[in-house]
């Protein structure tokens, strides 16, 4: 499956570890993840290798090749809503959300309350709770 994962490159990104082992688990199952340079410790910087509108042409072909969106949202950002309201706007394409359960009240109520109907988010604990879920979500 091609999947974007999303995660912040600007805001908190304390969840780092976690956005890591997520990625290295989608991809040992097979997953192309076209995103996987965000979880690299110079995120920023490579993207500041690019201008911004290169960037944004760059992530919305990305969106649109992929065939999930799956972003880790506890460091939530601009940049994470803008991406989630895109898919779930523009598409049918699945999104999932996750997050740490312990980061949910720094995190906009329109993620955490999201109902739509293509949009799963799930709050965790620790990272076997992510694979687990995501095992039967993309099975």
Known sequence: MIIYFGFTVAGDRSSLPDARRIVQWLESRGHQVLTRHLVSEDARAQ????SPQEVYERDMQWLDAA????????GSSFGLG?????VLGSSNRK???LHRSSAAERISLLITGNIHPH???FGYQNVEEVEEYLSTRLA
């Open 67 to 74: 065939e999930i969106f799956i972003a880790e949202v506890s």
């Open 82 to 86: 803008f991406e989630t309201g895109y």
């Open 47 to 50: 993207d500041r290798l690019l």
């Open 95 to 97: 999104v999932i959300l």
């Open 119 to 121: 949009c799963a988010v």
